[in-house]
């Protein structure tokens, strides 16, 4: 079946805009996470969604940072007055929702903000 | 927090060599272990998983994996590599209470040269 998809592959957006990254999960899976990939670096957590509801957001780096699921599939990740430090891919993954499921990983979005 | 350190950001090894990358994590209690994937060009990708049970863990494309508790060591081991293999490697460590979201080592890349 189809995989865990990410829109737009690739943003380029100016310092101080609002962007918006989607992500669609594989059909049934109830668990979605966010991380987020700088150069050089592993992924790191950003938030993790249990259905509609935000379980973990305890990997966000600020207010600006903010994302929704509303109907518990489809989910984005919306980041306001973006800084040049907010570049890098973000990853979207998606699993079963069991304690011990594989997390399934989506192609990445990469944000540049200039 | 767990933490994961991978001890190399770069191997260079000639096809029928064998392979050995390190993993370390930082985390007294019963965690999931991980080796991720991520080939030229695409998204990361399971290479095997331990959760418990014989710690000698066999994954895809002929690569294994040993859990060594006492040394909290999950080491990637393929006795002969392919240029093919060519790609970043990324060790994951979660926590085994509930939910999933995984910690990530910064990743070592392997060069086969054929």
């Known amino acids: 079946g189809a995989g865990v998809s990410q829109t737009p592959s690739n943003k380029v957006t100016e310092k101080g805009k609002y962007v918006e990254l989607r992500c669609d999960p594989i059909s049934g899976h109830t668990a979605l996470y966010w991380y987020r990939q700088s150069l050089g670096q592993g992924p790191e957590f950003l938030i993790y969604?249990?259905?509609?509801?935000?379980?973990?957001d305890s990997g966000l780096p600020n207010d600006r940072f903010f994302a929704v699921r509303p109907e518990g599939s489809v989910s984005t990740l919306k980041i306001q007055r973006t800084e040049r430090g907010d570049s890098a891919v973000y990853l979207c993954?998606?699993?079963?929702?069991?304690?011990?499921?594989?997390?399934?990983f989506g192609p990445g979005t990469r944000l540049t903000v200039l | 927090a767990q933490s994961v350190s991978q001890h190399n950001h770069h191997v260079i090894l000639s096809e029928a060599a064998s392979l050995e990358l390190g993993c370390n994590y930082s985390?007294?209690?019963?965690?999931?272990l991980f080796w991720y994937v991520q080939y030229p060009g695409q998204h990361l990708q399971l290479l095997l998983k331990?959760?418990?049970?014989?710690?000698l863990v066999k994954g895809i494309k002929g690569f294994e994996a040993e859990f060594i508790k006492s040394k909290f060591s999950f080491n990637l081991r393929k006795p002969s590599v392919q240029w093919s293999d060519t790609a970043e490697y990324f060790c994951a460590v979660s926590l085994n209470s509930g939910y999933s979201t995984l910690t990530f080592g910064k990743g070592t890349m392997l060069l086969v040269s054929p």
């Open positions: 985390y007294g209690g019963t965690v999931n």
């Open positions: 993954a998606s699993s079963d929702g069991t304690g011990t499921d594989t997390q399934y």
């Open positions: 331990y959760f418990s049970g014989d710690p």
């Open positions: 969604f249990q259905g509609t509801g935000a379980a973990d």
